[in-house]
């Protein structure tokens, strides 16, 4: 297993839609289990292959519920439905999220509260998760990454303005942007 550097927001492989992994190799059981021990170090809920530089329809994620139950698990050519966004603002205080792409920032962003992903697992078995709450935002997220998509590309003008002026300021929004967990100390 290794840790992997990942890419910051910029980099080409963030903003285009994966490819759908066509067959279950070795190669693809590596980089999960690179995945896995890259979003660990980061330390982060999810990680999505594009983020390691790789174009494929693939995320990891782990997460622990206020009793300290553990979910974690790998979806390979997922399929998202959600149930429509509430109306309204989001708020700051419940609904901020940050991204291993665009490392150390936290902003507000609504999400539905509700979804269905279907997949497969390393295996090739059938997964269905319908899940709420926290675990919903994190399908959700990194679904996006697999569709090009960064959490910063749905803020609303002023929260992406100053993402930009961020990104600026650090360098980023270029291809080859990229931090490593457990070297680079970036607060993600």
Sequence with gaps: MAVLPIRIMGDP????????VAEITDEIRQLVADMYDTMDAA?????A???VGVGLRIYVYTYQDD??????????????WMRPMEPGDPDPDEESEGCLSFPGE???LRRSDEVLVTG?????A???LRVDGWRARIMQHEFDHLDGILYIDRLDDGDWKTTQKIAKKRGWGRPGSAWMPGVDDLDA
């Excluded at 330390?43 to 990680?47: D, M, R, T």
């Excluded at 009793?67 to 998202?80: F, H, Q």
């Excluded at 497969?120 to 090739?124: K, V, Y």
């Design 43 to 47: 330390p982060g809920v999810g990680l």
């Design 49 to 51: 292959a594009p983020q």
């Design 67 to 80: 009793d300290g139950a553990p979910w974690r698990g790998e979806i390979i050519n997922p399929e998202l």
């Design 106 to 108: 936290r902003f507000p």
């Design 126 to 128: 059938r997964v269905e």
């Design 120 to 124: 497969t697992d390393l295996e090739g």
């Design 13 to 20: 492989v963030l903003h285009a839609p994966a490819s759908p």
